[in-house]
C-alpha cells in the first residue's frame, strides 16, 4: 500500500520489533557477537566483545536486515504452526538441503557489508560454532530453517563491518605518522 492509502511505516516499530522476534527465538546479541569474535580474533587480537555486540547492534538497526529478520523468522513460525502449502511446508519443516532460500534471504544481509562477509558466512554455515549449533538442532519441535542462517549472516556482516572499520584505522595511522615525517 502507499502512504495515499493510510500506511506509513513506523521504524521505531519495526526495530522493536526485530529484538523482541530475536529475544522469543532465543537469540541475543551477546551470543552473535560471540560468533563475530570467533571470525575476528586472530585478525584483531585486541578485539573486544563488547565491540563485537556494538557492530552486531549496527548491523541490526540497518532496515534491510530488519526486513530479513523478520521475514525468516515469520516463515519458520508459520513452518512450526504447520500452516505452509505443500511441499513448502515440508521443504522449511525439515531444512531441504536442496531448498537455498534461507540462505538466499541470509545473502541479502552480508550483501549490506560487501563481499568479505561471503567467506565468513561460508565458514559459520558449515561450521555451525555456538548459537547456531542450538538453531541447527532438529528437534522436531523448532524450526530455525531461516533463523540459523540470518544469525550467521548478521555476525558475517558485523565481522565485515570491523575488518573494513580496523583497515580505515590502520590507513589514517599510517597517514598521520607519514603526515610527522
Not at 493510510?6 to 541475543?28: C, F, H, I, M
Not at 511446508?89 to 534471504?105: K, P, R, W
Request: hydrophobic letters at 40%; a negative charge; proline letters at 2%.
Amino acid at each position: 500500500m502507499s502512504e495515499a492509502n493510510g500506511y506509513r511505516l513506523n521504524s521505531k516499530e519495526v526495530a522493536e520489533a526485530t529484538d523482541q522476534w530475536l529475544a522469543k527465538r532465543g537469540v541475543t546479541k551477546g551470543q552473535i557477537g560471540q560468533l563475530v569474535m570467533l571470525l575476528q580474533k586472530d585478525y584483531f587480537p585486541e578485539l573486544t566483545l563488547d565491540e563485537c555486540i556494538a557492530n552486531v547492534e549496527r548491523v541490526i538497526s540497518k532496515r534491510e536486515v530488519q526486513n530479513a529478520i523478520l521475514t525468516g523468522i515469520q516463515l519458520d513460525m508459520l513452518a512450526e504452526e504447520g500452516k505452509l502449502l505443500p511441499p513448502l511446508q515440508a521443504m522449511i519443516q525439515n531444512d531441504e538441503g536442496l531448498y537455498g532460500c534461507d540462505e538466499v534471504l541470509a545473502l541479502s544481509i552480508v550483501n549490506v557489508y560487501g563481499s568479505i562477509g561471503f567467506t565468513n558466512f561460508g565458514y559459520v554455515d558449515k561450521f555451525k560454532p555456538g548459537i547456531l549449533k542450538k538453531l541447527n538442532d532438529k528437534n522436531g519441535k523448532d524450526c530455525h530453517t531461516f533463523l540459523d542462517d540470518i544469525v550467521g549472516a548478521i555476525a558475517a556482516a558485523a565481522s565485515s563491518r570491523i575488518a573494513h572499520r580496523k583497515q580505515a584505522e590502520r590507513e589514517a595511522a599510517l597517514e598521520a605518522i607519514q603526515a610527522e615525517e
